[in-house]
């Protein structure tokens, strides 16, 4: 093959990562503009708010906690061959998730879909790492890493544009084709690769990260659904799964062939973007989930509108995450992820001031920036994650960057929703609590459900009518404090993270591994 063609087909198969990473991650996020339908039950399924939130928590349970072991997998099983496997799983769990009868169906294929995307996230990031030469392989991680926050914002979008045109289903069933093409394009395009030399195969540190993993991350959801840590079985999870995850450690610092080699952490590169990574997607994460309460339940528009007023956050992400190498390039990585990081405390700064007649522009200036900002990071970051190791052992790099987005996601929405939860029952409690006590207003049971969130208000609201309009202002006022709030603990944390950026970041950008010997694992 010659230099031209092999160049043509190594964008080529850039192309086919990314149409499997745009359907992974939109989906991801489509869901959150259908709850409302989901509850509905002749437009939907009928789902209690607990089915709904485990209709996306059980997702988010098997893909994070299975996340480290398909990469680790991918390194010695072949990249490509899991690739394929997951992409056929996520297909047809797909499918299913169109055609479920009942939430509880959903809740399970919403678990399978889990699983055949944590086969397909590692792989993406690591192919491109074996494939790309290291002088085009930042240029691929920033479209890489721009395409992930595309899939964020179109995912809303296409979800309202489907419901106001199909059935529910259809936000499952949308990416059936699109993993049917991936699948058809995957043998023409993408190589085969795997780590030749992968030693002995770590089986008792893969079967300790699956429950250490799984047992943190329903802890971790579970207290956010909770607003508490109090029950038996969120801090017993957290605990163990902590435990767990802390013998996982021990046991791959000790054997001589680790699933995930600890000395990585030595290098500041390796170690120093994974804690950039964790502060921003922890402070950001719960912020972003919460705004689209905002667009809908605050300034009252439709799932449609709401999705197309993310999409300046894509432009944002799209216009930047390519541009970030170059810059790095030019001022080097500190000064770069410094600013990036700044930009993020900035819009922190601006989301705690933000109210329901803020003007538009404003706000979608303030999206802009902030997933620019975000882009600027995420790509110096994710570069020097798979810089600092070599390239056969970067399924367990990417395994571990995509692994703590993950548990750092759910923490944020975890957190910041336990934060957003109080501030709100908090300021909400007097008003409903002078409506029940009316002649003719409802009953204090069903006003006491009605303080869990500002839908749950809504919801009684409009089953009350004319009576039910008082509610609906003090509750828009009372989300609001609580969305204030967690701006200020989002801005706390994101200087936290400018904090890790300029006193550990490296001044410049270190070179990529070179691949390992044959027989280096044994001479550990």
Do not use: K
């Not at 709904?52 to 991918?74: D, K, P, R």
């Not at 804690?275 to 605050?298: E, K």
């Not at 303030?366 to 810089?387: E, K, R, Y």
């Amino acid at each position: 093959m010659d230099a031209e063609t092999a160049y043509r087909r190594r964008w080529g198969g850039l192309v086919v990562l990314i149409l499997c990473l745009l359907v992974i991650v939109a989906d991801n996020t489509i869901l959150n503009v259908a709850l409302r339908v989901l509850s509905d039950p002749d437009l939907g399924l009928g789902a209690s708010q607990s089915q709904l939130a485990w209709a996306i928590n059980s997702y988010t349970l098997v893909f994070a906690g299975l996340l480290f072991t398909f990469g680790v997998l991918g390194d010695r099983w072949g990249r490509r061959r899991l690739l394929v496997t997951g992409l056929a799983v996520f297909g047809a769990a797909s499918a299913l998730s169109a055609y479920s009868q009942t939430p509880e169906q959903l809740v399970w294929a919403r678990a399978v879909m889990g699983l055949g995307a944590s086969m397909v996230m590692p792989q993406t990031l690591s192919t491109i790492t074996n494939v790309f030469p290291p002088e085009q392989r930042p240029r691929a991680i920033g479209i890489w890493a721009g395409s992930v926050g595309m899939a964020m914002a179109i995912g809303p979008w296409a979800g309202g544009l489907l419901l106001e045109n199909f059935w529910w289903g259809s936000i499952f069933l949308i990416n059936v084709p699109f993993v049917l093409v991936g699948l058809a394009l995957m043998f023409f395009l993408v190589p085969e690769s795997r780590d030749a030399n992968p030693g002995r195969p770590d089986v008792a540190g893969v079967l300790l990260s699956i429950p250490g993993l799984v047992l943190l991350i329903y802890g971790i959801i579970t207290a956010g659904e909770r607003a508490s840590l109090a029950d038996w079985d969120v801090y017993g999870a957290l605990v163990g799964g902590a435990a767990v995850l802390a013998l996982f450690l021990l046991h791959e610092s000790r054997t001589p062939f680790p699933s995930l080699d600890v000395r990585f952490f030595r290098d500041p590169r390796f170690s120093v973007a994974i804690a950039t990574i964790t502060v921003l997607f922890f402070s950001m994460s719960g912020i972003i989930f919460f705004l689209s309460f905002y667009w809908q339940s605050v300034r009252g528009f439709s799932p449609f509108v709401a999705g197309l007023l993310v999409l300046p956050a894509a432009l944002g992400q799209m216009i930047m995450a390519p541009l970030s190498p170059t810059l790095v390039r030019r001022v080097g990585p500190r000064a770069v992820a410094a600013a990036g990081v700044l930009g993020v405390c900035a819009t922190f700064t601006f989301f705690t001031r933000l109210e329901a007649d803020t003007p538009l522009p404003v706000v979608i200036g303030f999206f802009f920036l902030q997933a620019a900002a975000m882009a600027v990071v995420l790509t110096p970051a994710t570069d020097a994650i798979m810089s600092s190791v070599p390239p056969e052992r970067a399924g367990a790099a990417s395994a571990v960057q995509n692994t703590v987005r993950q548990v750092a996601t759910a923490m944020g929405v975890a957190v910041l929703g336990a934060v957003i939860s109080f501030r709100y029952r908090a300021e909400i409690t007097p008003v409903l609590e002078r409506a029940a006590a009316e002649e003719d207003g409802p009953g204090p049971e069903r006003l006491h459900a009605a303080g869990e969130s500002i839908e749950a208000t809504l919801a009684v609201a409009r089953s009350l009518g004319e009576q039910g309009r008082a509610l609906v202002a003090p509750a828009r006022e009372a989300f609001m404090s609580g969305l204030h709030t967690a701006a200020v603990v989002s801005l706390c944390f994101g200087l936290l993270g400018l904090a890790v950026v300029l006193v550990w970041m490296p001044r410049e950008a270190g070179r990529h591994q070179p691949a390992e010997a044959p027989g280096a694992d044994a001479r550990r």
